[in-house]
């Protein structure tokens, strides 16, 4: 596995090395990760974290957090903290280096007045509507604003009584003076100021006018002294206009920030866009952003994943300029990776059937030592007693000639115990099997005179007088796709219904008693687990994180 955050060599740091040897940016690299803080984090975004960090501590650099707060009506410190706390699960600290681009607004707003007084923005009166007519398509060039060429005192005029309050939303718009007839349509004279009478969770009613994102970023990237402004690809054809407004800024070509773009995180199966995300939630159709099957990092953290194992993940992946869709499975074959490593084994029973064993003495609890981690050794003791509980599915009335496990008049083996005989099949009322009454070949525990009889089947249980009752919540993908893993254009008519089974009458072994929240565990033959948040001692809720099966390595060993 890598080092924290310590991304192999990709080519935003070959574009570094590349800066540091024409001697660039001697004061060292400084990136930073800008989310806006209008929903929470998600595996995207844990990819651009571990980007961002990890050039910084490769290259010896820092890395700032940014809220790039910039619409104050998408926004909430709700957003803002779980962000942080995200950031800090994964791994990774920004220090002292926490800002806001809602702490430049008096600087940014200096620097739209400085492009006014060069003659490089004007305030416009066009409606929004009118600006997107005006604008051109791909094929036509834009039309220029009646305002285009008004002076710059009567913009400067007009700039200040905006920011004082004296027009309504949408009046007037500031405008970089650029080029209507530019083949980017990013440089046809973009808005770079609004007004928008809108309280902001920071700033509050201080300002009514904001500045827009395009405008923004670069400049707070400058003012911060980042280096490499590493974003996602739709921001390409973007780039123009940063380095426009940099180079009019009189920014210095060889220490203001350079941006470089990669192509996003998309997964199969997986919703990557917080604007969606942000309708399951507000729909109701998750418990919440921390739902464990939601893609966010909240989620998956709820769901089990380890910061290891999404970092060892993003690591793997790899950074690339052109966009893909990467596996989900990939995702889910780390956790498993890293939780094979670190959870220990215990046994549990999901959907329990009751085992008597009538040759077995009343009374009589045994403890039977069971070892905890192959790779850490260690063991703990199971109790054993007359009656256990055993997987409904572990038994089966008319097996097939293939059906290893119990059988009317067939052995098993139970895990760390005996080997066990079906004898009698129980059935209530309604013909459904209730009870096995099963017999022990007394010898056959570890030690025994029959303790290595060849036995084809071995399944796990639980004692049934000292086992735990345990709720547990198994997960499916929330969205039905394609053969492929695409998701599907309305994909809140493709909700799975499946996606949560709930079992509320599982039986853990009594190890499990005062685990804690966050806890990891493989439950033999059934996959991983974690104890969530909702668990009480009296009351212990599991989570499955992953089944043990990995379709994804086994591809790859196909491949
Ligand atoms: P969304 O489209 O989900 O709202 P966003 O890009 O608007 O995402 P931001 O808060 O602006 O969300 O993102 C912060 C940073 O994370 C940006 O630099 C953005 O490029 C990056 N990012 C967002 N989504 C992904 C993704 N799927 N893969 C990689 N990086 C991403
Ligand atoms: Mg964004």
Redesign the pocket.
């Known amino acids: 596995m890598a080092e924290n955050g310590a991304m192999a060599s990709n080519f935003v740091q070959n574009a570094i090395e590349e800066d540091l040897r024409n001697g660039k940016y001697t004061e060292g690299i400084h990136t930073r990760?800008?989310?806006?803080?209008?929903?929470y984090?998600?595996?995207?975004?844990a990819?651009?974290?571990c980007?961002n960090f990890g050039l910084a501590e490769k290259n010896a650099g820092l890395c700032n957090l940014r809220f790039?707060d910039t619409n104050p009506t998408k926004e909430d410190v709700e957003y803002v903290d779980s962000i942080q706390e995200d950031i800090r699960w994964l791994g990774f600290s920004w220090g002292d280096r926490k800002f806001y681009a809602s702490d430049y607004f008096e600087k940014l707003y200096e620097f739209a007045v400085q492009l006014i007084e060069k003659g490089l923005a004007y305030v416009d009166d066009l409606s929004a509507d009118e600006i997107r007519a005006y604008r051109g398509t791909l094929t036509e060039p834009g039309r220029e604003s009646p305002c285009r060429n008004r002076s710059k005192e009567e913009s400067l005029e007009l700039f200040r009584r905006m920011r004082e309050g004296e027009f309504e939303d949408g009046a007037h718009v500031l405008r970089a003076k650029i080029d209507m007839a530019s083949p980017n349509i990013n440089m046809r004279d973009p808005v770079i100021y609004r007004i928008a009478h809108t309280k902001h969770h920071r700033t509050g009613d201080a300002w009514c006018i904001y500045p827009m994102y395009d405008f923004a970023h670069p400049l707070s990237d400058a003012i911060e002294g980042i280096t490499h402004s590493?974003?996602?690809l739709e921001?390409e054809a973007h780039r123009p206009f940063y380095d426009w407004l940099l180079e009019s800024l009189g920014f210095d070509v060889n220490t203001r920030p350079r941006q470089i773009e990669?192509?996003?995180?998309?997964l199969t199966n997986t919703i990557?866009?917080?604007?969606k995300?942000r309708q399951l939630v507000e729909e109701g159709h998750v418990r919440g952003w921390d739902d464990p099957r939601m893609p966010t990092i909240s989620g998956l953290r709820r769901r089990g994943y380890t910061p290891a194992s999404i970092r060892d993940f993003c690591e793997r992946i790899g950074v690339a300029k052109s966009n893909s869709l990467v596996d989900v499975a990939m995702l889910e074959h780390c956790v498993r990776e890293d939780l094979n490593e670190h959870a220990d084994r215990v046994m549990a029973v999901l959907r329990p059937l009751k085992v008597v064993l009538t040759n077995y003495p009343e009374g009589k609890t045994e403890y039977l030592q069971a070892d905890n981690n192959p790779m850490h050794g260690g063991t703990r003791f199971v109790p054993f007693s007359r009656e256990i509980f055993i997987e409904q599915e572990d038994f089966m009335e008319e097996a097939p000639k293939k059906f290893f496990r119990l059988k009317p008049g067939g052995e098993v083996r139970l895990k760390h115990a005996y080997i066990i005989k079906c004898e009698e099949v129980i059935k209530d009322e309604t013909g459904r099997v209730c009870e096995l009454h099963c017999s022990i070949d007394p010898d056959s525990k570890t030690g025994g005179a029959t303790a290595n009889r060849k036995i084809k089947g071995t399944i796990h249980w639980v004692d049934a007088k000292q086992a735990l009752n345990a709720e547990v919540r198994l997960y499916d993908y929330l969205l039905t796709t394609d053969e492929n893993g695409n998701l599907p254009e309305d994909f809140i008519a493709s909700l799975n219904p499946d996606s949560l089974i709930v079992l509320k009458d599982a039986k853990v072994e009594p190890s499990l008693k005062w685990t804690a929240a966050g806890t990891h565990y493989q439950f033999l033959r059934d996959g991983y687990f974690v104890v969530d948040p909702d668990t009480t001692p009296e009351h212990l809720v599991f989570n499955r994180v992953v089944g043990l099966r990995d379709s994804w390595s086994k591809e790859q060993k196909k491949g």
Do not use: M, Q, W, Y
């Not at 990760?33 to 929903?39: L, R, S």
């Not at 984090?41 to 975004?45: R, S, T």
């Not at 990557?272 to 604007?275: A, D, F, L, P, V």
């Open positions: 990760f800008p989310p806006e803080p209008n929903g984090l998600h595996v995207g975004h990819k651009s974290i980007l790039d590493v974003c996602t921001f990669f192509a996003r995180l998309e990557t866009s917080k604007r995300l």
